[in-house]
């Protein structure tokens, strides 16, 4: 697959476009197979019990799909999720940083679909899986 946008030029559109998300999200890595993004965790992460909340790695999750199809289709702003689903497999560690390898599966004219194994920094085994879609807008 043929790479349109670079760790610099996705670091770049979330600052541009998503000026709120601003230091929660960085990409690590853009390669033709897959997006690495992380996200540092906070207090403001968790949930009572001391582990990160679901929203917080759905929304990395999100993301991370998002950034991928970025990396090969270009800077379109309103590719939007159309379907996500989520597994939590284990408890994070608190405090540490969220890894999230996002792997494009099929990149249609329309509608793209990726996967996402979300890691917690010191742990080997993956705390969440993601599959998602989304609906790429036509081009004017």
């Known amino acids: 697959m043929t790479i349109l ?5 996705l670091n770049a559109f979330l600052i541009a476009e998503f000026p709120q998300v601003t230091g929660k999200f960085r990409v690590r890595s853009v390669t033709p197979l897959d997006v690495v993004v992380e996200m540092p965790m ?3 992460h968790l949930r009572p019990g001391g582990t990160v909340s679901g929203p917080t790695m759905f929304a990395l999750a999100d993301v ?3 950034l991928a199809i970025l990396a090969r289709v270009g800077p379109i702003e309103l590719a939007v ?19 999230a390898t996002a792997r494009i599966l099929k990149l249609g004219r329309i509608l793209a679909v990726g996967d996402v194994l979300i890691q917690s920094e010191g742990l080997d085994a993956p705390v ?3 599959s998602m879609t989304y609906s790429i807008p036509p081009k004017r």
Do not use: H, W
């Open 42 to 44: 906070t207090y403001q």
């Open 81 to 99: 999720t159309t379907n996500a689903s989520i597994d939590f497999m284990r408890k994070p560690a608190a405090g540490k940083t969220l890894i």
């Open 5 to 9: 946008m670079d760790v610099e030029a």
């Open 64 to 66: 991370s799909i998002y």
């Open 128 to 130: 969440a899986r993601a």
